[in-house]
């Protein structure tokens, strides 16, 4: 059996070509790597998906970064949305490429993803970054201030292999900081999280609350892994990257006049490699936060509620009226908040849609691979001639 390619050692000095370790490829995707046919070696290499703008993937080998497109078969019916490459991937492109005229061959397995539901009525899985250890979710704490967008934000991180890290931005905007720290912490479930502010110092403040701030998020950083920040527009989160690196990584534009926050800028997903060796994928906001859910993303984000589920008479509960339901009875008691109750039943039911949804959608696809299959096979029957209609 080849190594698992999803292993996240990093190369560093063991690397046949540093050029590539400082992009992510780590020890077991290179002994993967060599693991293929030769032929494939021969006319191939490897690169990692680092821009996607208008269609149009850049991609960066050991030598050089090229512009490439993604071939027709990933949009044709039957193939899964979900497995078209996108920022962070690893594919694999040809050594000999005529300029303009390069197209992406294969797609390396993926170590992590984040994905989302597509905007729109669609059940159809959209992956905006692949291939990322930590993802910074990043939540304004003025007036954009949602638990229950932290809920999605963290079952989806969870479900895509990622470890989730919470950071609560514009601290200095937030007149009940000490409150909204201690909600959020009840919602963690062993992930990290940083309090932020870049027009203030919060050092004295955080350190009253016994909370983490910049200065230990710069600190927790490493070389060689890659992160993403992700939340809605206007959170913050290029001018956050910005302050942690001390360099203008990405654009912002100027704070509007009437509220003085500042304006989102991000219009495509980008990966850069930062001072340290950190790489990062900048992500526009996520306009419609409806996360690709499944249950144990959402288990392990609703840990307290899923242990009491444990102890309920019928494994099905659905935790409405069923009798000896034991999390209505922890409601009952108060051991659990009505509000993240409603949440965790409300993304459960949205889960089981999606799932309803996309089994239906995979079995038009198979039916229509199957019409196509037999329509091959009509067209190479040989023709039958009938001898016996001339006698």
């Given at each position: ?77 039957g193939s899964d949305p979900a497995e078209v490459p996108t920022v ?41 970054a692949a291939n990322v250890d930590d993802l910074f979710i990043v ?77 230990e998020l710069r600190r927790a950083l490493e070389p060689g892994r ?166």
């Amino acid at each position: 059996m080849p190594p698992d390619p999803t292993d996240l050692t990093p190369l560093g000095a063991r690397s046949s070509d540093p050029r590539l370790a400082a992009w992510g490829w780590t020890r077991h995707r290179e002994l993967w790597w060599d693991g293929q046919q030769e032929e494939d070696r021969s006319r191939l290499e490897p690169g990692r998906v680092v821009k996607e703008l208008r269609g149009v993937l850049e991609v960066q080998t050991a030598s050089e970064r090229i512009d490439t497109r993604i071939p027709g078969r990933y949009f044709q019916p039957g193939s899964d949305p979900a497995e078209v490459p996108t920022v962070g991937d690893w594919v694999l492109v040809p050594r000999e490429r005529p300029p303009g005229d390069c197209w992406i061959e294969r797609v390396l397995p993926r170590s992590s993803k984040f994905s989302r539901k597509v905007a729109g009525n669609q059940t159809v899985e959209q992956v905006v970054a692949a291939n990322v250890d930590d993802l910074f979710i990043v939540m304004g704490l003025d007036g954009g201030f949602n638990l229950r967008r932290l809920e999605r934000f963290l079952a989806a991180a969870r479900d895509g292999g990622a470890r989730p890290v919470v950071v609560l931005n514009k601290a200095d905007l937030a007149s009940d900081l000490a409150q909204r720290i201690a909600a959020v912490r009840d919602q963690l479930h062993g992930a990290a999280l940083y309090v932020t502010s870049s027009k203030r110092d919060l050092g004295e403040q955080l350190l009253q609350l016994s909370v983490d701030g910049l200065t230990e998020l710069r600190r927790a950083l490493e070389p060689g892994r890659t992160i993403a920040f992700v939340g809605s527009s206007g959170v913050g989160k290029s001018t956050l990257v910005n302050t942690l690196f001390g360099e203008q990584v990405m654009r912002v534009r100027s704070v509007r006049e009437r509220d003085e926050r500042g304006q989102h800028t991000t219009s495509h997903r980008e990966l850069v490699r930062l001072p340290g060796g950190t790489l990062l994928i900048d992500n526009p906001g996520v306009r419609e936060l409806q996360g690709w859910l499944v249950d144990e993303g959402i288990e392990e984000t609703f840990e307290e509620i899923r242990s009491i589920a444990a102890d309920c008479r019928f494994r099905d509960c659905r935790h409405q009226q069923e009798p000896g339901c034991a999390v209505r009875e922890a409601l009952e008691r108060g051991s659990i908040d009505e509000q993240r109750l409603d949440s965790f039943l409300k993304l459960e039911q949205e889960s089981q849609q999606q799932a309803e949804r996309r089994r239906e959608r995979e079995r038009a696809q198979e039916s229509l691979r199957s019409r196509k299959r037999k329509a091959r096979k009509t067209r190479r029957r040989p023709e039958r001639h009938d001898d016996t209609a001339s006698e």
